[in-house]
Structure formats: C-alpha cells, structure tokens
C-alpha cells in the first residue's frame, strides 16, 4: 500500500484534500493522471450498463436530498454504526475498529451514529430547512421510478443506473482511498417482477464479476462473500458481497443486494393496495403510487436487483493489480502500471528524440493531434527530450505506448512505437500509426 501511495502522489494521481492545510480526513483530491482514472473506470462502467443494455437506463439525479426520502428509506432511523469512545486516549472508533493499543476497559458502550450529512437548505438557519447529503446514490433512481417509466414507456425487466457522489460521515475513514467521507458510487437498480429476483441476483454477480476481470481485477482474486442474515440491510432479502484481496486485506469491493419491493414500497402512497413482500413504513407524504404494469398479472411492484459498487474501491483494486516491480537485465528495477489501455489516464506519449529540432518537434506534434482527434483519450506530445527518463514515467503511469520521432522520421516518415509491458521497440511507417494506436487502446 505504503508504494502504491507514494506513487499515487508523485505522479499526480490522488493528493490528500486541502494538504496545504493539513488535510481533511477520508477526503481526496483526483490529480491529473487520477481524474482520467477515475473517468475512463466509470465510462468502462457506463458502457457496459448503458449502452450494451437497451432496457437500462441512465440518471444523474441530485445529491441534495429531501429529508423524507431518507426518512421513508429508512436510512434516518438505520444507518448508523456503533460508536465506542477511548477514555485513555481520548479518540472515538467504531466499535468493531478499536486498535489493539486501547484496553476493553477504557472504552465506553457503544452508542448509534448516523453516518447522514446534514445540510441547511436556504438562508434560514431555524433548524427546520435541511436537507441531506446522499448517503447512497440508489435513493433518487427510486424517487424518480415513475419520471422514467413514464418517459420511456419502458416494460420489465429493466434498470436504472447512475454513477454519482455519495457522503458517509465514516467514524474511522481508512486504508487511503478504501473508507473514505467522500466517495462516488456506480450503482444500477433493475426491476425484475416478484418471483423472478433470484435469477436475476445470481446472473448480476456472474455479469459483474466478468465486468471486474475486463477492468484487469481477475476473478480469482474476488471472493464471493453470503452476507449473513443477521449481517443483512433492513431493505435486503440476500446479498452478495464482492471481496478483493486489497492490500490492507480482504475486504467489499461491490455489493449485490435483493432489495426486494422494500424501497419502492416504502416511498409509495397506498401502499395497501399494493401487495407489498417487504415490511415497510406507513407513507403519508408520497404522491406517487410506484407500481407498473406487467403483462397479464396487472399493477406490480417490482423487486430490485442491486450491483453498487464504489469508484475508488475500484481504482484501488485497479491500480493494486496493475502495479508492477520488474527486475531488469541490469539489476535495476523499473516500476510499470499494466493498467488495462482503456483505463490508462494517457495512451499515448509522442517523444521528440530532439528537444531543440524545429522538424522533430514539429513533426511530432502533428503526430499528437491526429491521434488526439481520434478521441480515444488523451494523448500528450513530451518535449523533455530524454528518452530514457520519459520512458520510466510512463512506464510508471500506465501509459500503454510511446512514440518517439527522431532523424529517421524526417527521412523516411517512419516512428519507434516503445510497448509498456514488454518493452519492445517497433519501428513503423507513419501512415500505419493511427490503425496501430486503435488496435493497442480497443
Ligand atoms: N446502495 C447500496 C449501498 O450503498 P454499500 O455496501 O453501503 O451499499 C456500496 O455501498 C459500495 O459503495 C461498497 O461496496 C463500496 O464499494 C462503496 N463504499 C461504501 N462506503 C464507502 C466508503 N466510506 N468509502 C469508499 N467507498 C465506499
């Protein structure tokens, strides 16, 4: 962890929130190569949602939230965990995260924490104008059920997904990016009718297992966990936990939960009428009956199948598998980040052999732009001219192929394509570089 850390930062990956201040805990900052991360991981996520999936859906809905969604989910009386004080050494943990150096007889009962951001709404500060911070991005997809239905005239199954912040006032925020206050989730709610969840459940966790070994996180490194029924969320009927072997152990990557008919339900008026499997609380405020119409059967509240799991979690895993230490001919060793092309932050680099050369560098940059203007992300032109040291970095970095344009390329309109992981130099014709470029970043 303490390697992938350090290089996290001197390459500009993730920096500590407000450093120059002394840091705010469990938050982050996503530097340059960390943002394109991050993006290229949630349009990975995306695509293989959305775009592959004519009956699912994007929204992008709000973090600001009611107060009575998060009432009526549940989440104002639940979502809380036990919170233990150190009389000794004066530090608050959650209960089942007391480091060994504190006694059992220091610390004091556990008490509940609800782990919600509350927020003033307006300019009136009285105590009655808030709102909350989303605790989980899954909430607004069920407020918003019947905009979509309506809007798509969608049938079932199908599902919503959203890719979005989410706050958690964590007690103990750890293990660099794993347990943070800030973080964003890739969630997607699918409506299935009653009866046809367990299925749907078990075929999420195959599909999403093979979505993590496509992002370069194997299978075999992913343990399913059977969450214990004592252990389960109140909305949940099973869930399936996703453990990665991270380096600080092994812990939740992505959950899969049944959520069963609980969450629509309980934000649904007349819930009477509504035939409803989960227990829920009596909905006095919704005005909206969030039922949809399923063949012969008539009005149904569908049960929901949902795959979450949190972007940083997956950048962690990411990074972790990728990141390298070869031992070279030389009894050096160079550090590589086999990170999978489509999630390189760069995918290309185009070195000019000569800093100073007018027709190199000029040569070179006209390389840049036109495999820029393929948008298959970025592509930067480096004017260091040092080959050796610009190779290192972007071995470093992850970044699939450099391109170097030397003497040879003005004469002969041919480049040095450098490959990240095996090292190897090919020298091609320029005319072949954009068809090379998209085979290597597909
Ligand atoms: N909507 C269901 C839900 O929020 P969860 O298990 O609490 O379920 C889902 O969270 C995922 O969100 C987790 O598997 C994890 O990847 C991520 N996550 C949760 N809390 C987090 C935190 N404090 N820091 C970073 N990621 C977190």
């Keep these: 962890m303490e390697e992938l850390v350090a290089l996290c930062k001197r390459r500009g990956f993730i920096f500590q929130s407000a450093e120059i201040y002394g840091g705010l805990q469990g938050v982050y900052d996503f530097g340059p190569l960390g943002v394109e991360l991050k993006n290229n991981l949630k349009s990975a996520w995306w695509q293989s949602m959305v775009y592959e999936n004519d009956n ?17 989910s ?5 979502f809380t965990d036990p919170m233990v004080d150190c009389k000794s050494c004066g530090m608050r943990f959650r209960a089942d995260q007391v480091p060994k150096s504190c006694k059992k007889e220091d610390l004091t009962e556990p008490r509940h924490f609800n782990l919600m951001f509350k927020t003033n709404v307006g300019p009136v500060d009285d105590g009655s104008s808030y709102a909350y911070l989303r605790p989980e991005t899954a909430q607004q997809i069920f407020t918003n059920f019947k905009n979509i239905v309506d809007s798509t005239s969608t049938t079932l199954p199908f599902g919503i997904a959203q890719i979005g912040k989410a706050f958690r006032n964590e007690i103990t925020p750890r293990n660099f990016i794993f347990r943070v206050r800030e973080f964003e989730q890739m969630e997607l709610e699918y409506f299935v009718a009653p009866g046809n969840d367990e299925d749907a459940h078990n075929s999420w966790v195959q599909k999403r297992l093979n979505w993590w070994e496509k992002q370069g996180v194997p299978i075999n490194t992913i343990e399913l966990y059977e969450v214990p029924t004592d252990e389960l969320a109140h909305y949940s009927k099973r869930t399936v936990d996703l453990m990665y072997k991270f380096p600080h152990g092994l812990e939740e990557l992505e959950g899969i939960a049944n959520r069963t008919d609980f969450d629509l339900g309980s934000h649904s008026k007349k819930q009477d009428e509504l035939n409803l499997h989960a227990k829920v609380k009596l909905n006095k405020d919704s005005n909206s009956k969030l039922s949809i119409k399923n063949n012969e059967e008539g009005m149904v509240v569908p049960f929901v199948i949902e795959p979450s799991a949190g972007v ?13 230490i070869e031992g070279l001919p030389d009894n ?8 999978k092309p489509h999630l390189a932050p760069i995918k290309a680099a185009v070195i000019p ?52 344009v030397d ?35 597909k």
């Design 332 to 339: 050096k060793n160079r550090i590589v980040l086999k990170l």
């Design 74 to 78: 549940g989440h104002s009386d639940t």
């Design 353 to 404: 052999l000569k800093k100073n050369d007018k027709k190199i560098v000029d040569f070179a940059q006209k390389i840049k732009s036109k495999l820029q203007d393929l948008g298959l992300g970025r592509v930067i032109f480096e004017n260091t001219g040092n080959i050796g040291k610009s190779y290192r970095k972007h071995d470093e970095i992850g970044t699939p192929i450099c391109i170097t």
């Design 56 to 72: 699912i859906e994007g929204l992008d809905a709000s973090i600001l939230t009611n107060s009575l969604v998060l009432d009526y």
């Design 407 to 441: 003497f040879e390329t003005i004469e002969n309109n041919s480049v040095t394509i450098r490959d990240r992981d095996s090292m190897q130099q090919e020298r091609v014709d320029t005319e072949e570089i954009e068809n090379l470029f998209m085979e290597k970043i």
């Design 312 to 324: 940083e979690r997956g950048m962690l895993a990411v990074l972790n598998e990728a990141f390298t």
